[in-house]
């Protein structure tokens, strides 16, 4: 008869291995290499915590220490690929295949050793796709995650970054994997309980709080005049005609500028309370100015942000809180509320295509996607009424009848036409065609199909590409943005003439906008230090954005 | 450092009266540009010195939408240029320009 308890039975075994090394739940920090040699398996799934924030950096250092001749092989599925030891397991020979989402710091490191063979790739995920196979094909036999306090029972406060963790506990404690946490302290009570202490099997004291990014902080006095232009047309003859107040915004100066333009520009232009009231949004501290003027009603977070967390439990009214203050982030409910319940996602890109297909992807760097093929997808799911909603699918297809014609989400890349070093944003092809062929993959890792690309605005203007009705059109609409790029001087003239008459491509000065007016003057904090003014002193910025 | 030199036929000559102008700094990936009325009305004359090698095409389409755009005859402009982006440079153009046309402060 066969046994339907081998995975139960496999956990039993894995914890009986790891209480050698534990008193109760706990794991001293010193014991922590032989314990993980213990409970692990070689060929395990494990899910290593960390994405583009937070991570559980001293498992990490151990499971990179780990003797490759006893633990090997793993298969690593993580949302982030971002300390260095993510890689150095890789490098060692601990792990040999990896499916993941991000990898911003490592993208350099991990395309070479994709390139090299070291790495066996699964794929290049979503956040949500990557959390959905977690319960589907890539459950967790392992996790190490990372949380803020421990109680001796192993009930876990995350504090405001719990992120991803409840997402990563229940794929793995749920299925009989084993969950291994690492905390700062361990406490007799915790604040609030994140994660039940009966999910979670092991507890190592790491003595210190887990390292996490500050990623969602752009220092106002970094924004162009440029950036600020592309900021006014995003905001005139965007945010505004469509009526968009359920969105979400990427990382980036121009995002920035849009934030630190609302009190400013968009007050003048009579938009408060029309546009940008809800948001599933990091903490970016350059909204703070807009929060503080009573733009915004209410915001969902996917992670916190290094130095906000005075700031968000003293604004309780606009973000989600648990009973002891402090923030309440998960990263799998917040993708789902941009997919779901946002008529907007703005963001910038490194490559855009004649197609609108936009990468981030070059040829030495492979950043992952992290949330953006998500948030920046049009929902072929979703059944509510919006009115931007309403109005994007009636640009697409105007001639449906209206009660059958679904609405659109508006998908926005917004950027300069040249990037840093003058590297253009406008492409013929792209680069990530070109790995995709080096390293054998199926799929080109493409961040944003063009079919879901509503505009793309840059200095030069707006294209408006639900309006083109072909591929020459769209093309054309492209080129008629591109700048000075090689792909905006290959324009045909003509037809961009006609484009723009129709309304698909709108230069700054067809809405009124003279470019000598994007002024810095115009920001409504100018540095970092406005910022933390701005917050009545309650944003802490991290030390290496201080300057005074 | 790469040496440009144009000359344009703009639609319109600057206005104002202003001798001189001069906006922006050098620095890298911006750049200073010296604007002095002292050019027959339908001419533009300008001169670039440059850090980055192998824009001239650029350089050329920029400037011959600036002087299609703006009143830009009797102009000779000088720019020092630290590599900046195409967009910077149309933009310190312009202000350039609509400095020139203001009185002396």
């Known amino acids: 008869m066969r046994n339907w308890s081998t995975q139960k039975e496999a956990l039993a075994l894995r914890r009986y291995a790891g209480q050698r090394y534990a008193c109760g739940k706990s794991v001293a920090l010193d014991d922590l290499p032989q314990f993980l040699e213990a409970v692990l398996r070689p060929g395990d799934r494990v899910c290593l915590e960390g994405d583009n924030q937070k991570q559980a950096d001293i498992l990490a250092k151990a499971l990179a220490n780990l003797d490759p001749g006893k633990i090997h092989d793993l298969h690593m599925v993580q949302s982030g690929v971002v300390l260095p030891e993510h890689l150095d397991v890789f490098e060692k020979g601990v792990a040999k295949r990896l499916d993941f989402s991000y990898s911003g710091p490592q993208s350099t490191r991990i395309a070479r050793m ?13 956040y949500l796709e990557l959390f959905a196979r977690y319960f589907i094909d890539l459950t967790p036999q392992v996790a190490l995650i ?27 404690s749920f299925k009989s994997g084993m969950v291994v946490a690492q905390v700062a302290e361990i406490v007799d009570k915790v604040p609030r309980v994140d994660i039940p202490g009966d999910l979670v099997h092991f507890v190592v004291d790491a003595k210190k709080p887990f390292y996490v990014e500050p ?27 469509y009526g968009v107040r359920r969105l979400n915004h990427g990382i980036g100066f121009n995002t920035a500028a849009i934030e630190l333009l609302l009190p400013t ?3 003048k232009l009579g938009l408060k309370g029309k546009i940008c009231t809800h948001f599933a949004l990091n903490p970016h501290p350059t909204l703070i100015p807009a929060i503080e003027a009573g733009w915004v009603e209410q915001i969902h977070s996917f992670g916190s942000e290094v130095g906000m967390d005075d700031y968000l439990s003293a604004r309780s009214d606009i973000f989600f809180t648990g009973p002891d203050g402090s923030l309440r982030s998960n990263r799998a409910y917040c993708q789902v509320a941009g997919l779901y319940a946002c008529d907007m996602f703005i963001g910038s890109t490194l490559q855009i295509d004649l197609q609108g297909h936009s990468s981030t992807v070059t040829t030495n760097r492979i950043a ?7 948030m920046g997808s049009d929902s072929r799911g979703r059944r509510h009424p919006s009115e931007p909603w309403l109005k994007a699918g009636a640009d697409a297809d105007p001639n449906a009848a209206a009660g059958l014609r679904r609405g659109r989400k508006l998908v926005v890349q917004i950027g300069e036409t040249f990037g840093e070093k003058n590297v253009p944003l ?44 072909d591929n020459d059109e769209r093309e054309q609409a492209i080129r008629g943005v591109a700048g000075y790029t090689d792909v905006g001087r290959a324009r045909d003239r003509k037809m961009v003439e006609r484009l ?24 409504a904090a100018r540095s970092i230090k406005d910022l933390m003014l701005a917050s009545g002193g309650l944003y802490q910025p991290p030390s290496q954005f201080r300057n005074w | 450092m790469e040496k440009l030199s144009f000359t344009m036929k703009p639609s319109t000559p600057a206005t104002g009266t ?88």
Not at chain 1, 147 to 171: I, K
Not at chain 1, 368 to 374: C, K, Q, R, T
Not at chain 2, 88 to 95: E, G, Y
């Open chain 1, 500 to 523: 723009r008459a129709r309304g698909v491509i709108r230069r700054p000065e067809d809405l009124g906008i003279d470019p000598l007016d994007a002024d810095r003057r115009m920001l």
């Open chain 1, 265 to 267: 520009y968009g007050e």
């Open chain 1, 146 to 172: 990372a949380a803020v306090s421990a109680d001796r029972d192993g009930n876990l406060y995350t504090g405001p970054n719990t992120e991803d963790t409840p997402t990563v506990v229940e794929a793995t």
């Open chain 1, 426 to 469: 406008f492409v013929e092809q792209l680069d990530a065609l070109e790995l995709a062929d080096k390293l054998d993959l199926d799929l080109a890792p493409v961040m944003i199909y063009g079919d879901d690309v509503s505009h793309i605005i840059t200095e030069d203007g707006i294209a408006n590409l639900l309006l083109c009705r």
């Open chain 1, 368 to 374: 992952g996607f992290g949330g953006a093929p998500n």
């Open chain 1, 215 to 241: 990623l969602f902080t752009r220092d106002p006095g970094a924004i162009t005049e440029t950036q600020i232009l592309t900021a006014m047309l995003a905001i005139k003859g965007l945010y505004a005609p």
């Open chain 2, 18 to 105: 202003r001798a001189r102008a001069i906006v922006g700094v050098v620095a890298s990936g911006n750049l200073e540009v010296l604007l002095e009325r002292n050019l027959p009305a339908n001419i533009c004359i300008i001169d670039i010195a440059t850090a980055a090698r192998g824009f001239a095409a650029v350089w050329e389409a920029v400037i011959e939408d600036f002087v299609t755009r703006r009143p830009a005859g009797g102009l000779h402009i000088s720019i020092n240029d630290g590599g900046a982006r195409p967009d910077m440079v149309s933009l310190r153009l312009a202000q350039g320009v609509r400095l020139i046309e203001e009185l002396e402060a």
């Open chain 1, 114 to 126: 994709l390139s090299g063979g070291k790495i066996e790739l699964g794929a290049v995920h979503t």
